[in-house]
């Protein structure tokens, strides 16, 4: 009997994660990535709850560990560069605005390739253009360079503007703006710099942190508060040059770090930015296509869930396709185990992400003395629990019988 062929579009995390779980299963994997090369940017990202548990199966837990930024906690900053308040690192596999397990992003995806590197094809520089389901002889694709292939299953893996996503369900899912705008880059660490995740705000609904890395420089991300209407058109349209420029407008008075950040972005070659939004979407799966990850249910990098649902997610369904006999079977069961622990994930505290990015002066001083009553002992737990994401809410299958 021949081995199940399927096809996953992107490989950052829930595109290899999925591919490690269907080799332990039998399955043929092959990973499309439009990308020339493995993309190795990319800031902090946390593995929490059952993410964690999922990599303790995976067997790469210690891997993630060796590999974390050595970010010992968040500190809220203000204009004179004094701590207002602090909140030291997670302690467990879930809790702190910091986790325990705190990882880049690319350092992440690296180490899931080379676990699925010797039994997965990947194929950089390209990408589908076109799907044709057939109920009987699978799914006969088509990409920008290569020949027509034909696989028994497709999963799109390719983030938040997934454009296999599109191919399928054209815009039934929607893209929900959380009215907010990040920019993120790499700059110089200096002597000056420490290893907690700094926060400044400043009027006008902006945001400066500052994070450390493994690599001996510093994650960078200027944020604002934007119209939630207008901004994601605007920022597709926006070269990296035009937006080094609005941010020179948009936080030359900031104050703080602003200026050393400008300037660091203005030398930096990995500079990337996003309208922040959530992925609603009424289905995952559609004949022989699903969704995982980003491209199925973005949760928004504010609610500290992503890659968590990405590497779950990816754990799930190649657990319920190896389960089933059919794979509509291994779709239906797939999203009613996912769809309770997204739907929490995606549900954020109220007024985030504007509550932590205050338009007023007034505004930035209360929110600042919210947080210093937070950080007190007394009140420090319900303070833990509010930059604490709901990371271990769903009850986690074991396939293990099924390798």
């Given amino acids: 009997m021949s081995r199940q062929r399927v096809l996953i579009s992107g490989a950052s995390i829930a595109g290899p994660a999925l591919a490690y779980w269907l080799n332990r299963y039998g399955y043929e994997t092959t990973i499309i990535e439009r990308a020339p090369e493995l993309r190795t940017g990319g800031q902090n990202v946390d593995v929490r709850g059952a993410g964690r548990e999922v990599s303790r199966r995976m067997g ?6 060796a590999a974390t930024t050595g970010e010992v906690g968040t500190r809220f900053i203000g204009r004179n560069g004094v701590t207002k308040a602090e909140f030291p690192a997670g302690t467990s596999d879930s809790g702190g605005a910091t986790a325990e397990l705190e990882i880049l992003r690319g350092d992440l995806a690296r180490l899931l390739v080379a676990r699925t590197a010797g039994d997965t094809d990947y194929r950089f520089g390209d990408r589908i253009t076109g799907l044709a389901d057939s109920p009987e002889n699978g799914v006969t694709v088509s990409f920008e360079h290569a020949g027509d292939e034909r696989f028994d299953l497709v999963i799109a893996a390719d983030g938040i503007g997934s454009s296999t996503r599109r191919l399928v369900f054209g815009d039934e899912p929607t893209i929900r703006s959380l009215g907010l705008e990040t920019s993120y880059a790499t700059i110089p660490r200096t002597a000056a ?3 907690w995740w700094r926060w400044y705000n400043a009027p006008g609904g902006r945001s400066i942190t500052l994070r450390p890395d493994a690599h001996g420089t510093i994650r960078a991300a200027l944020s604002f508060v934007t119209d939630r209407h207008r901004e994601r058109a605007g920022s597709e349209r926006r070269s990296i040059d035009e937006q080094r420029v609005r941010l020179r407008e948009k936080f030359g008075d ?35 296509f699903a969704l995982v990850g980003d491209a199925a249910y973005c949760a928004s990098p504010v609610s500290g869930m992503g890659t968590s649902l990405s590497i779950t997610g990816a754990y799930v369904l190649a657990g319920e396709l190896a389960a089933h006999v ?13 769809r309770p622990y997204v739907d929490q994930a995606q549900k954020l505290p109220p007024g985030v992400p504007r509550v932590a990015n205050p338009k007023s002066r007034a505004g930035v001083a209360l929110f600042g003395a919210a947080v210093r009553v937070a950080s007190t002992p007394i009140i420090g737990r319900l303070g833990d629990r509010f930059f604490t994401p709901p990371a271990d809410s769903i009850d986690l299958p074991d396939y293990a019988h099924l390798e």
């Fill in 60 to 65: 790469i837990e210690d891997d993630i560990r």
């Fill in 254 to 288: 900031a104050g703080w770090e602003a200026q050393r950040v400008l300037e660091g972005i203005d030398a930096a070659d990995d500079l990337y930015f996003e309208s922040i939004g959530q992925v609603h979407a009424p289905r995952w799966t559609s004949g022989r």
């Fill in 326 to 338: 059919h794979h509509r079977d291994a779709f239906r069961a797939y999203e009613r185990i996912m």
């Fill in 193 to 195: 710099d420490d290893d």
